[in-house]
C-alpha cells in the first residue's frame, strides 16, 4: 500500500520568513496530493491540492510542487503568519475504486511573532 | 451551513462499557469515514463508507464497529472499549463514493478516554 512521510516532524519559522514541508509517497499510481492544515482543537481543513498533471499550484500565500518521478511534493507558504501555526498533514491517493487517502504523520508548525 | 457534526466532543469511560459516538453531515455526502489521531501516528483510517449499506475496513478496525443505514449518519460503535483506544476520533465525509480525489471534509473531533 501507499506511504507517505513527512519531514521536518516540527518547523519553527519567524514571522515573515517561507516555510517549507516536504512529503514522499511511495506508491508511483498515486496522483492525488492534498494538503490539510488542522488548528489547535478543530478537524484538519483542505487548503490546497494538486493532481499529477500539473508540476505546481498556487494560491496566495500557499503554493503545492509536484515532482513525479521523485515521488515527492512540497507545501511552500510565504510571508508566514503566527495564524499559520498549526499542523499540516500531506496525502496521496490514487483514483481507482479500491484507493484509499493514505496521510502522512503530520508537521507542527510554529510561527514565531 | 455545511458541515460534520459529531457527538459527544469529550467522553471519559471506563473499560468494556459500549459507547457509541455519532457523526452527521448535512452535505448529502456519499463517502464517509473514521479516523483517528494519535500523537506521531498521524491520521490512521478505521472505516469508510461509499455509500449507504456499503462499509469497510480501513488500516485499524479491530475493536471498532461502524453502520450506514441513512446517507448523513455514519455512527462508530466500540463495543468493549479499551484503554489503546484513548485517541482523538475524526469522522470526515466527502462528495465521491469511489474516487479517493475529493475533499474530506473533518468533523471538529471527539477526545475518547478509556480508564
Known amino acids: 500500500g501507499e506511504n507517505v512521510e513527512q519531514h521536518p516532524s516540527t518547523l519553527s519559522v519567524q514571522e515573515g520568513d517561507s516555510a517549507v514541508i516536504k512529503c514522499t509517497y511511495s506508491d508511483s499510481a498515486s496522483n492525488y496530493f492534498p494538503w490539510y492544515k488542522q488548528e489547535l482543537g478543530k478537524g484538519p481543513q483542505l487548503i490546497i491540492d494538486i493532481r499529477s498533471n500539473v508540476g505546481e499550484k498556487k494560491d496566495q500565500r500557499i503554493a503545492v510542487t509536484l515532482n513525479k518521478t521523485a515521488k515527492h511534493f512540497s507545501l511552500h507558504i510565504t510571508e508566514t503568519q503566527p495564524e499559520d501555526s498549526a499542523v499540516y498533514f500531506c496525502?496521496?491517493?490514487?483514483?481507482?475504486?479500491?484507493?484509499?487517502?493514505?496521510f502522512g504523520k503530520g508537521i507542527t508548525l510554529s510561527v514565531r511573532p | 451551513e455545511a458541515q460534520v457534526t459529531q457527538n459527544p466532543r469529550y467522553l471519559i469511560t471506563v473499560t468494556g462499557k459500549k459507547l457509541t459516538v455519532t457523526c452527521s453531515q448535512n452535505m448529502n455526502h456519499e463517502y464517509m469515514s473514521w479516523y483517528r489521531q494519535d500523537p506521531g501516528l498521524g491520521l490512521r483510517q478505521i472505516y469508510y463508507s461509499m455509500n449507504v449499506e456499503v462499509t469497510d475496513k480501513g488500516d485499524v478496525p479491530e475493536g471498532y464497529k461502524v453502520s450506514r443505514k441513512e446517507k448523513r449518519n455514519f455512527p462508530l460503535i466500540l463495543e468493549s472499549p479499551s484503554p489503546n483506544q484513548t485517541s482523538l476520533y475524526f469522522c470526515?465525509?466527502?462528495?465521491?463514493?469511489?474516487?479517493?480525489?475529493?475533499?474530506?471534509?473533518f468533523g471538529p473531533g471527539t477526545r475518547l478516554t478509556v480508564l
Open positions: 496525502a496521496a491517493s490514487s483514483s481507482g475504486a479500491n484507493s484509499k487517502l493514505t
Open positions: 470526515a465525509s466527502s462528495f465521491g463514493g469511489t474516487a479517493r480525489t475529493d475533499t474530506q471534509y
